[in-house]
């Protein structure tokens, strides 16, 4: 009878957990992140494969990376603080569930970027002026109303975060739930 060959020691990989088989990565924080497309969907800088990556350094990062990381994401999904893009509208739920993590340094940041993707309106503007906007492939007023519903779609979280001790936090929430008119 002959036995299983053993895995030799010095070829296996011991540098990163394993997980049992059918277990999601992220189950924990930002669980759902990986089940969404983003190298086929846009950013302000082309593909949004980035963006897992800086929402994790966001999630998990001392308060100096998640600050450089929330700076980098405003950047690709929320340009200039008023021009949101393809990516933006799938962003959103994660952006919303890190600004309820007490233990996520930028909250108050995370928030005030929410409130700017709710008040974006430069797609839609332009294509007041400029309605053939509105016939190309790539729909921007689209992308910016998937966006600002997205925001409104959890604001069943600003109750929460304007009970918190935070004066930062509460402001922000404050300045949010205005402009969602809540």
Not at 80 to 104: K, N, S
Not at 112 to 140: C, F, G, M, S, V
Not at 152 to 173: H, K, N, V, W, Y
Request: hydrophobic share 40%.
């Amino acid at each position: 009878m002959r036995s299983a060959p053993k895995p030799d020691p010095s070829t296996r990989r011991t540098d990163r957990q394993t997980q049992p088989p059918g277990s999601s990565r992220a189950a924990g924080p930002l669980a759902g992140l990986d089940g969404v497309p983003w190298s086929e969907i846009q950013d302000s800088s082309g593909s949004a494969a980035a963006i897992p990556r800086l929402l994790r350094k966001v999630a998990l990062g001392d308060a100096e990376t998640a600050r450089a990381a929330l700076v980098d994401l405003r950047e690709r999904i929320c340009q200039y603080g008023f021009v949101v893009e393809q990516a933006t509208a799938a962003t959103v739920p994660f952006l919303w569930e890190l600004a309820q993590r007490p233990q996520v340094s930028c909250r108050a940041q995370i928030i005030q970027l929410l409130k700017n993707i709710a008040d974006a309106r430069q797609w839609e503007t332009t294509a007041t002026a400029y309605p053939k906007l509105l016939n190309h492939r790539e729909n921007p007023v689209a992308w910016e109303r998937a966006a600002r519903q997205a925001v409104r779609a959890r604001r069943d979280g600003l109750e929460r975060l304007l009970a918190e001790g935070d004066s930062e936090i509460a402001r922000a929430t404050t300045e949010l739930a205005r402009t969602l008119g809540d």
